[in-house]
């Protein structure tokens, strides 16, 4: 049986061999994943997010990697899959489609229509697909790792709430520095540098993982303290959809995650409070009003964590 903290090391360290100069957000993304949730990474177009999707997959051996990339015309059929007649035997066969992985890439996910975005939403929330009415479940790990552009690019579409909220955590990659950007140059010299990965990790040592993780110690007041962060957003007027319990459950997996990383066996509060935009702001809709007055849903959850002392 492998040590969870020492596969949480050793992935890390396999995709920062690629992902120069984005730590925090590559920590983060990978406790989503050890969490069992689903990633969404905002950011213009590269700054690295599908490398980072394409590390991640390699560096684990035996596990099984689609990409989809989402257009207008893209079809829910395109991602769950579809029934095929047999002209042999008359009989329908079903083809199963690009969900039916370990880790999924849903490059700019919001290109495609809300239609086609919504095909994700049982997928990603009950780890199976319901197609002509017959249930299949979705084995192994099945990470979502979704991309997107900012929604005042054209060609978007935002998305649903619903879809939202089954997104773990949302992340930001950024640009990175002169000297990181020079580094990149170099590394690319001759090839990309993520067709050298060499998997460091199997997919039972990412299983035993994300059962670890359940394992992180946290405190009865911890989880006072995350359920009052959440709550907080439901008590104030300048947001009209607030976070659900869901929010609650993905700060404390994340929490419990992180601390993974970080090589703890227990959570504390600054790991809460780092990490607590990421999980609950884009779960938050913003009232019209406040929106236009520059109110985002970051600072809400930067005013709520000063206002509730932590334990």
């Known amino acids: 049986m492998s040590d969870p903290r020492q596969t949480a090391l050793r992935l890390e360290a396999s995709v920062h061999q690629v992902v120069l100069g984005q730590d925090e957000a590559v920590r983060r993304i990978l406790a989503c994943f050890a969490a069992g949730g689903h990633a969404l990474v905002e950011d213009v177009p590269g700054t690295g997010k599908t490398t980072l999707a394409k590390s991640i997959a390699r560096s684990i051996e035996g596990a099984a990697f689609k990409r989809v990339q989402f257009t207008p015309d ?4 395109d991602i769950l899959g579809v029934s095929v007649l047999d002209p042999r035997t008359q009989e329908f066969r079903f083809r199963p489609g690009p969900v039916f992985t370990d880790i999924l890439l849903a490059d700019e996910i919001n290109r495609a229509s809300p239609r086609t975005q919504s095909a994700l939403l049982e997928a990603m929330a009950e780890r199976q697909a319901t197609i002509d009415g017959e249930r299949h479940d979705l084995d192994g790990l099945f ?4 991309t997107q552009n900012p929604v005042e690019f054209r060609g978007t579409y935002p998305l649903p709430e ?4 089954r ?4 992340s930001r990659l950024g640009y990175v520095t002169v000297e990181q950007e020079c580094a990149i140059l170099s590394d690319q010299a001759e090839r990309h540098p993520v067709d050298a990965i060499e998997p460091c990790v199997n997919r039972e040592d990412m299983l035993e ?3 670890g993780v359940r394992q992180v110690g946290l405190s009865d007041e911890l989880r006072r303290y995350i359920v009052e962060i959440v709550g907080a957003t439901r008590h104030r007027e300048d947001v009209q959809l607030a976070a659900s319990p869901r929010a609650s459950l993905a700060l404390m997996r994340v929490a419990q995650a ?3 990383f970080e090589d703890r066996d227990f959570v504390i509060p600054e790991t809460i409070q780092d990490i607590a935009a990421d999980v ?12 236009l007055a520059g109110t985002e849903a970051r600072n ?4 709520i964590l000063e206002e509730i002392p932590a334990p």
């Open 167 to 170: 997104f773990m955590l949302r």
């Open 300 to 303: 809400i959850v930067a005013e």
């Open 209 to 211: 993982m994300v059962e």
């Open 74 to 77: 893209l079809l829910p059929t």
């Open 143 to 146: 990470f979502v790792i979704a």
């Open 280 to 291: 609950i702001a884009h779960r938050l809709v913003v009232e019209p009003e406040a929106r």
């Open 162 to 165: 619903a879809q939202m909220d």
């Open 258 to 260: 992180v601390s993974l």
